[in-house]
């Protein structure tokens, strides 16, 4: 996951990129982070976004004149969380889309990205050196990376050996 600006969230910009080991659900509330809903209840904007969901409606819009109102809708509130990133292949326009979606966002507002790669693995995403490093140079910076380790709890077996008493 990449948090930046979240240790004195939401009153500085963050950005976070949370980043477990395949298996971990991160998806429902990274731990550390500020819950979405007390941050709404203090009045803060925040949007929650699957990575596929936003590319695609960024994609979709290139077609007719509404792309800079839809990636407005991306790059206004206090936070934005966006889940997935790096799932599937970015293809066409997306890589474009997704830099512009942080580019705007930089030192502007709260940004969660959650993934399943490492934050190394970042840069093959953009299919470009020059746009990945962009990319992740403004990510990394304020930010506050989290790695998560251990079993899925989508996996009933492993969320049973979880809750089993453990014996020495």
Not at 62 to 84: N, W
Request: charged share 25%; with cysteine; hydrophobic share 35%.
């Amino acid at each position: 996951m990449f948090c930046e600006g979240l240790r004195r969230f939401p009153l500085r910009t963050s950005q976070a990129p949370f980043t477990p080991a395949p298996g971990p659900c991160k998806t429902p509330q990274p731990p550390p982070l500020p819950r979405p809903s007390r941050t709404c209840r203090q009045g803060h904007q925040v949007l929650y976004v699957a990575a596929h969901d936003m590319l695609a409606q960024l994609r979709m819009a290139r077609a007719d004149p509404t792309y800079d109102r839809r990636l407005l809708r991306f790059t206004a509130p206090d936070l934005l969380s966006i889940d997935d990133l790096g799932l599937r292949p970015l293809q066409h326009d997306e890589p474009l889309d997704l830099y512009e979606a942080i580019r705007q966002r930089y030192e502007r507002g709260a940004l969660i990205i959650t993934s399943n790669r490492a934050v190394e693995e970042w840069g093959p995403l953009f299919k470009d050196d020059l746009l990945a490093s962009a990319a992740v140079d403004r990510l990394l910076h304020h930010s506050h990376v989290l790695v998560m380790d251990g079993e899925t709890y989508r996996n009933p077996r492993a969320r049973r050996r979880a809750q089993e008493p453990t014996t020495h």
